[in-house]
Structure formats: structure tokens, C-alpha cells
């Protein structure tokens, strides 16, 4: 079955600076790869995802990319401010009709430092 | 728009008591819905995913049960609740339309067992 290994488990950057978060997986069956992000204390919500027909996806200060060939994916949160200090968590899972089976990474506590 | 629900929001049971805790979906139909424990400070493990009415698959094999008595409702049970029962349990749908993949998360139940 799919194993997914995030990297690193915490994190402390500058506010204002970059974060990179990295993940990989062990299935070539996944094609799809979402980021949820978990405030304390609160329920995990989707802040991204990419499927496997694209290399890099961008929300505003958010991105996601993607490396099939050695099954990789980052995600990259630019000009980090103090409310992007939460756990983040990478899932992978192939894209599927039937019931689809998240395999989540252990989480990345972000802390932005002002 | 879809909305879920999860009660009760906090539980605190003794060793050896039964459990109940109840996910409840709205707006959409035939939704994909999964039960998700979350321990301290880790992951999300996957406990039970459902793709219709009384179909049910277990990935962990241990003292909990689910059923889904109706379309959008599922319940997460236990005869006897163990220490290592307490956690954060999260219920999440998911749309089975092609192109929505993404898992929706509940507000969770915090159970203490003591």
C-alpha cells in the first residue's frame, strides 16, 4: 500500500521569509496529492491539492509541485505571516470513482516567527 | 452548499464503557464518508470508510466498529473503549462526481478515555 514520509516534522522560519515543506510517496498508482492545514484545536482544511497531469499549482502565496519521476511533491508558502503557523499535512492517493483512501504524512508543525 | 456535523464536540468516558459518536452530512447525496482518529500531536490513521449505505470497510483491526444506517449518517461504536481509544476523531466526506476529490473534514469529537 501507499507510505507517505513528510519532512521536516517542524519548522520555524522568519515571518516574512519562505517555508518548504516536503513529501514523498512510494505508490506510482497516486495521482492526487492535497495539503491540509490544521490550526489547534481545529478541524484539517484543504489549502491545495494537484493532480499528477500537472508539475506546479499556485494559489496566491501558496504553491505545490510535483515530481512523478521520483515521487515528490513541496509544498512552498511565500512571505509566511504569523496566521500560516499551524500543522501541515501531505496526503496522497490515486485518483479513483470508488472509494478513495487518503494516506496522509505525519504533519510539519510551521511556526512563524515575528 | 454541504455542511457536516459531528457530536458530541467533547466526550470523557471510563475504561470499559461503550461509545457513540455520529457524523452527519448535509447537501449532497451518496457521499464517500470516512472515520479518521487523530492521537496527540500525530497524524491522521484512517479507521473506516464507507462508499453507500451498510458497506463498511475496516483498515485497522481493533475495538471499534461503524455502521451507516442511512445515506449520510455514520456512526463510529465501541463496547468496551481502551486508554488508547482517546484522540481526536474526525468524520470527512467526499463528493464521488469525477474531478471533486477532495475530503471535507467534520469539526471532530474530542474523546479523553480515563
Known amino acids: 500500500g501507499e507510505n507517505v514520509e513528510q519532512h521536516p516534522s517542524t519548522l520555524s522560519v522568519q515571518e516574512g521569509d519562505s517555508a518548504v515543506i516536503k513529501c514523498t510517496y512510494s505508490?506510482?498508482?497516486?495521482?492526487?496529492f492535497p495539503w491540509y492545514k490544521q490550526e489547534l484545536g481545529k478541524r484539517p482544511q484543504l489549502i491545495i491539492d494537484i493532480r499528477s497531469n500537472v508539475g506546479e499549482k499556485k494559489d496566491q502565496r501558496i504553491a505545490v509541485t510535483l515530481n512523478k519521476t521520483a515521487k515528490h511533491f513541496s509544498l512552498h508558502i511565500t512571505e509566511t505571516q504569523p496566521e500560516d503557523s499551524a500543522v501541515y499535512f501531505c496526503?496522497?492517493?490515486?485518483?479513483?470513482?470508488?472509494?478513495?483512501?487518503?494516506?496522509f504524512g505525519q504533519g510539519t508543525r510551521l511556526t512563524i516567527n515575528p | 452548499s454541504q455542511t457536516i456535523h459531528q457530536w458530541p464536540v467533547t466526550l470523557v468516558q471510563p475504561v470499559g464503557s461503550p461509545l457513540s459518536l455520529e457524523c452527519t452530512v448535509e447537501g449532497t447525496s451518496n457521499p464517500n464518508l470516512y472515520w479518521y482518529r487523530q492521537a496527540a500531536g500525530r497524524g491522521l490513521q484512517l479507521l473506516f470508510y464507507?462508499?453507500?449505505?451498510?458497506?463498511i470497510s475496516s483498515e485497522v483491526p481493533q475495538n471499534l466498529s461503524a455502521s451507516r444506517p442511512q445515506d449520510r449518517q455514520f456512526i463510529l461504536s465501541s463496547k468496551k473503549l481502551l486508554l488508547s481509544d482517546s484522540g481526536f476523531y474526525l468524520c470527512?466526506?467526499?463528493?464521488?462526481?469525477?474531478?471533486?476529490?477532495?475530503?471535507?473534514f467534520g469539526p471532530g469529537t474530542r474523546l479523553l478515555v480515563l
Open positions: 464507507s462508499v453507500g449505505i451498510g458497506q
Open positions: 505508490d506510482s498508482a497516486s495521482n492526487y
Open positions: 470527512a466526506w467526499r463528493d464521488i462526481r469525477r474531478g471533486r476529490e477532495t475530503q471535507y
Open positions: 496526503a496522497a492517493s490515486p485518483l479513483t470513482q470508488g472509494a478513495q483512501k487518503l494516506v
